[in-house]
């Protein structure tokens, strides 16, 4: 993937006083973002999701309780965000229900098959190697698991307050060929409006 805007710095590895008010500032600007993707992510109670990059846990919060049968797990390589996600859902890890790890995308620590949905919202972009990400996610899910990537890209109404950190259509056609590239079938793009932000949520599923 050819350089983009980069979610970088405070909000790609939040740490200390910065990443304490970084992952506040994901928690308010991703609401509805994060609402939108759980939604499309389509989650059945008895779901085992994984998230990758979750940070503040807003997320995780709103999947735990679409599948109030199942498991969720995450993956995130910040120790700030860790923390934060952890504090908002303790109730879900001291159950057993919800697995936190620091890590990256590229390296999971799962075995094989052991996911029916895998989530990643406003992280694809930051990923040293999406190839590698992708394959391990293929790794890890069951066949015919659904896959969502949500990526923040420019619009009108936010253009100034977010064109550092958001895709351009170009950024967002090379993330829909990777998708493809690494065997994820029935690729579709599905546009949300998240207040001054618009996201382009693509879902897919795995092949078998």
Do not use: Y
Request: aromatic share 4%.
């Amino acid at each position: 993937m050819q350089p983009a805007p980069r979610n970088d710095g405070a909000f790609g590895h939040p740490s200390g006083l910065a990443g304490r008010v970084a992952g506040w500032l994901m928690a308010s600007l991703n609401d509805r973002m994060n609402r939108a993707a759980v939604e499309l992510l389509e989650v059945s109670p008895e779901a085992r999701v994984l998230e990758l990059g979750f940070g503040p846990g807003t997320a995780l919060a709103a999947l735990l309780a679409r599948a109030p049968k199942g498991f969720v797990a995450g993956v995130d390589p910040s120790a700030s965000m860790h923390a934060q996600a952890a504090a908002r859902n303790r109730d879900a890890i001291d159950s057993g229900r919800l697995s936190l790890h620091l890590g990256t995308a590229e390296r999971l620590p799962f075995p094989g098959g052991h996911f029916s949905h895998a989530l990643s919202v406003n992280s694809f972009q930051i990923w040293p190697d999406p190839g590698a990400a992708l394959r391990e996610l293929d790794r890890v899910l069951t066949p015919g698991a659904r896959l969502l990537v949500v990526l923040r890209v420019r619009s009108a109404s936010g253009r100034r307050l977010f064109d550092r950190i958001a895709l351009d259509e170009a950024a967002l056609t090379r993330a829909r060929a990777q998708i493809e590239a690494a065997g994820f079938a029935d690729v579709e793009m599905l546009v949300r409006g998240a207040g001054l932000m618009t996201a382009a949520c693509l879902r897919a599923r795995r092949r078998g």
